[in-house]
């Protein structure tokens, strides 16, 4: 079975960084896409950050500047670096890849369960 594992979520205060890890775990023959989503209470999920292969392609405009993206294409591994948080980054952050799991297999989503980062003073 192939899952998203995430890792780095944390309480910070304004100003601070954070680094968001997502680790591609499990059977699988390719990975394609990952991004980086959020969802705070209240509002609607969305995207933050999306990667193709070494390429970073999509950044949301709140966070341009601020947030980078990258990825480890021999581990499969995703980050996303935080600078200058503020408190409307305050969100849970989900990891999203999509992924062939064979090579005769089409291309399939996987979302992570989603971990916390708290801004505040």
């Known amino acids: 079975q192939v899952h998203l594992l995430e890792s780095g979520g944390d309480s910070v205060q304004p100003g601070g960084s954070l680094r968001l890890s997502c680790a591609v775990k499990?059977?699988?023959?390719?990975?394609?896409?990952m991004a980086w989503y959020r969802q705070a209470p209240g509002k609607e999920r969305e995207l933050v950050a999306r990667?193709?292969?070494?390429?970073?392609?999509t950044y949301a405009d709140s966070v341009r500047g601020r947030f980078t993206i990258s990825r480890d294409m021999a581990k499969e591994e995703v980050y996303l670096q935080m600078d200058s948080l503020k408190t409307e980054d305050t969100a849970k952050y989900f990891c999203?890849?999509?992924?062939?799991?064979?090579?005769?297999?089409?291309?399939?989503?996987?979302w992570g369960q989603g971990i916390q980062v708290t801004v505040s003073s």
């Open positions: 999203y890849a999509e992924i062939k799991t064979e090579w005769t297999s089409p291309l399939t989503t996987f």
């Open positions: 499990g059977s699988f023959w390719r990975v394609d896409f």
């Open positions: 990667i193709h292969n070494n390429t970073p392609q």
